[in-house]
């Protein structure tokens, strides 16, 4: 059996556990929080392997969660919420790390940051103009442009990191009976 068989074999496998062991929701949930381009109810069920209608019914309650975006009527589009999967990974955060090593994190990402500051001589990744990368060879700019989206997910990252770090000595507080005023 060559490799390629078998490896379709063990992904038809791992399909059809995952139909068996996943409800239609489930299912739904988990194709939506992979999708970032807004996508119809029939193509959704079709990576859920459900119907249409049991697409569509499970978006609709993933939208009423905040899971899930729409936009329009005929037809319906869906696609993940960013600013739930962003909320999420803050509460994991948060309960997964002290604020003590979050703040580490954040600490670093800020020294990072500042680097690319001096390394681009502006203030943010966006500030950077195209006309940055005129007589610089191929090989500078791509290494110019993986800094810069390096420097994005720095800034995202910091974003997130700071807000669970808040979160988690907002969680302290509540445990040891401070107030986050106090």
Request: aromatic residues 6%.
């Amino acid at each position: 059996m060559s490799d390629e068989t078998s490896n379709g074999g063990h992904a038809g496998e791992a399909r059809a556990r995952w139909r068996e062991e996943r409800t239609t929701f489930q299912r739904v949930y988990d194709v939506i929080t992979g999708t970032t381009s807004y996508a119809t109810a029939n193509e959704i069920g079709e990576r859920a392997d459900c119907s249409a209608d049991g697409a569509r019914a499970a978006l609709s309650q993933l939208v009423e969660m905040g899971i899930a975006e729409r936009r329009g009527d005929r037809p319906a589009e869906y696609r993940r919420n960013e600013s739930y999967l962003r909320w999420k990974r803050i509460e994991a955060l948060a309960r997964e790390h002290s604020a003590a090593e979050l703040r580490e994190e954040v600490d670093a990402l800020l020294e990072e940051d500042r680097s690319f500051q001096e390394r681009f001589d502006a203030p943010d990744p966006n500030a950077i103009s195209p006309a940055a990368f005129e007589g610089v060879d191929h090989e500078e700019i791509h290494g110019q442009w993986d800094a810069l989206t390096r420097w994005r997910s720095v800034r995202e990252d910091l974003e997130v990191l700071q807000q669970a770090a808040h979160r988690a000595e907002g969680d302290t507080d509540s445990r040891t009976g401070k107030s986050a005023s106090a």
